[in-house]
């Protein structure tokens, strides 16, 4: 943080004095180097070598009519400059007509003062530009400060939100027959869809930059009810009895109970969650009506929960499970395309089939290995025994 004093000592404030007289430079110094620090440059040209080299002063004394560069000049230069735009410019000049002053204030100059000087005003007011100096530097580096303590919090955030979503999704992963890759897949496949989907008529103004962030995160819980599923029902390798499948399809809704049910702990609504209770009781629901938990048809059903459905249903068909093997994609990008307008928005099927080389590459990248099997075939002994 920069000091807001201005002392004497190693601390002095460093004055640069630019004028092309002789005779004034020797006057300034004399006049200000029991206060300050004070160097002094001939011309436009070496002040300006001194500034944007190694030295830095926190205020320079600058006269107007020089050879060469001007102090207008330099004073453009300067204030042109991010890395020396604050340093506060003095001119110090024989030119007293107040439109030579107007000017020369709106071009950025902290003051004005006129030729021949007054030794205590001068003093007076570069005392005063110093302090404003000190001032404006603690303020800009508290700001700094801050903008950096909200960026590393806003991280934080970020990170607790996927820390969250994860620790949830990997507990109905450990009761379900998908791996953990299931989730990242499908993470990476509603991602996709929605950033194909981005620029389309029916979409664009729902799938914002933030929104698709916050749908890749909020992916992994479309199963999360599956935790309230009897291990009987969830773990059955063969067909759903009537009664068994009735069961089964309350996972929609006991997963936005549960996502409610955290809100509530907290005591309000959590942004972040909102499109995850949509995915988890809305990837069921079909494009003509016949899904459930609720019947939704069409618009009706929540982009987001529309997006989840193509990723899931494909998933679904080209994985292995302990109890089956997976689908080839030819196959699978077959029966998916015979859901389109019934099983899928028409819009989100079509970007799907486009996209399917890079779904293809996405379940290749995530592919479920012969350990991760026989992880799970474990894990499902244990939970039945």
């Known amino acids: 943080m920069t000091n807001l004093t201005t002392s004497d000592g190693d601390a002095r404030s460093t004055i640069l004095v630019v004028d092309d007289t002789l005779d004034n430079l020797s006057l300034m110094s004399e006049l200000l180097k029991d206060h300050y620090k004070v160097r002094i440059a001939n011309s436009g040209e070496k002040a300006l070598k001194y500034v944007q080299g190694d030295g830095r002063p926190d205020l320079i004394l600058l006269d107007i ?14 204030k042109a400059d991010p890395a020396t735009r604050h340093i506060p410019v003095i001119f110090l000049t024989a030119m007293s007509a107040a439109e030579d ?23 007076a007011r570069v005392k005063t530009q110093l302090e404003n100096k000190a001032a404006a530097d603690f303020l800009r580096d508290q700001n700094t400060f801050l903008a950096t303590e909200v960026g590393k919090r806003t991280r934080e955030l970020s990170a ?37 989907l981005q620029t389309h008529p029916r979409f664009g103004y729902f799938l ?69 209770k949509e995915i988890a009781v809305g990837h069921q629901e079909k494009w003509d009506g016949s899904g ?85 075939a474990r894990q499902i002994d244990r939970l039945q025994g």
């Open 65 to 78: 009519m020089m050879p060469g560069l001007s102090g207008y000049d330099v004073i453009r230069t300067l």
């Open 101 to 123: 002053e107007r000017e020369g204030l709106s071009m950025g100059a902290a003051d004005y003062i006129t030729k021949p000087i007054s030794p205590p005003i001068l003093l």
């Open 160 to 196: 607790i939100q996927d820390v969250t979503i994860l620790a949830m999704a990997s507990l109905a992963e450990t009761r379900d027959s998908d791996t953990g890759n299931h989730i990242r897949r499908t993470q990476f496949y509603v991602k996709a869809l929605a950033e194909k």
């Open 208 to 276: 914002t930059a933030q929104t698709i962030d916050l749908l890749f995160k909020s992916a992994p819980l479309h199963d999360i009810g599956k935790v309230g599923i009897p291990d009987r029902i969830l773990l059955k390798p063969g067909r759903f009895t009537a009664d068994e499948f009735e069961l089964m399809k309350t996972h929609t809704t006991l997963g936005r109970e549960a996502i409610e049910h955290a809100e509530k702990q907290l005591g309000m609504q959590v942004e972040f969650l909102h499109l995850a």
């Open 292 to 376: 459930y938990p609720e019947g939704l048809r069409g618009d009706a059903i929540p982009i987001s929960a529309r997006l989840m459905a193509v990723a899931d249903v494909y998933d679904a068909l080209i994985s292995r499970r302990v109890y089956k093997d997976g689908m080839p994609h030819e196959k699978a990008v077959a029966i998916m395309q015979e859901g389109r307008g019934s099983h899928f928005d028409p819009d989100i099927l079509d970007a799907f089939l486009e996209l399917q080389d890079e779904f293809r590459a996405i379940a290749a990248r995530f592919a479920d290995s012969d350990a991760d099997m026989a992880a799970k």
